[in-house]
């Protein structure tokens, strides 16, 4: 099946320092990548939606300025989580959706783990 | 407004039996279901998806049932294994590349031995 590669798969990181986490998608080109943050327990949370070569459509009560997203190519789109604190310490995934036409389903990376320290 | 209703939030199914999990979803315009499978620690991984032009489809141990008019579906897990013990996500969208998935709230199994 198609992959989606996410990368780091855990970081900690100091409060106020900025992380980056990128996601990939190998085999195939993803118009469309979904970026999502999951708490222990619950259902995944849309934070935005990313369309490659334009900004991207943030979700009610998501900072656009803290959550950086950057959807560069067909196959690479980045999450930036800007002066992170400790209330930002959350499982972040994204997701990818074929290009293609029988690939209407979306591929999830495996995660992201943030630690704000 | 939860658009898509899963339950239950939890499940305890001895090893072999059946698992049946539900959900519900409000817009009509939905035509695409999918079911996804997480192990803790993991991203979601897709299981199996359902269009509403069938009524059932089957994909080894894992059905989806699926009822148009009452706006409902299921997953249902034959023979089910220890290794199934997992969280289920099902979701609803409609078909195009902009579009997002509407997940519900997760079912945590536990097949017990």
């Known amino acids: 099946g198609a992959v989606v590669s996410q990368h780091p798969s855990w970081v900690i990181c100091k409060s106020g320092t900025s992380v980056k986490i990128e996601c990939r998608s190998l085999d195939f080109q993803a118009t469309t990548m979904f970026w999502y943050r999951q708490f222990p327990k619950q259902s995944l949370m849309l934070m935005a939606t990313?369309?490659?070569?334009?900004?991207?459509?943030?979700e009610q009560g998501v900072e656009k300025d803290k959550f950086l997203i950057n959807h560069a190519s067909l196959t690479l789109s980045t999450l930036t989580v800007t002066s992170a604190h400790p209330e930002d310490s959350s499982f972040y995934i994204c997701?990818?959706?074929?290009?293609?036409?029988?690939?209407?389903?979306?591929?999830f990376g495996e995660g992201s783990w943030l630690t704000v320290v | 407004q939860q658009q898509v209703k899963q339950s239950p939030q939890s499940l305890i199914v001895q090893k072999g039996g059946i698992s049946i999990i539900n959900c519900a979803y409000e817009?009509?315009?939905?035509?695409?279901f999918p079911w996804y499978q997480q192990f803790p620690g993991k991203g979601p991984a897709l299981l199996i998806a359902i269009r509403p032009d069938v009524s059932e489809k089957k994909e080894g141990r894992f059905t989806i049932s699926f009822n148009k008019s009452a706006k409902q579906f299921s997953l249902h897990i034959m023979d089910s294994q220890p290794g199934d013990s997992a969280t289920y996500f099902c979701?609803?969208?409609?078909?195009?590349?902009?579009?997002?998935?509407?997940f519900g709230t997760g079912t945590s199994l536990t097949v017990i031995p």
């Open positions: 990313s369309n490659e070569g334009s900004k991207a459509t943030y």
């Open positions: 817009n009509t315009a939905f035509d695409y």
């Open positions: 997701s990818a959706r074929n290009r293609e036409g029988a690939g209407n389903t979306i591929y």
């Open positions: 979701a609803a969208t409609r078909e195009g590349t902009g579009n997002q998935f509407y």
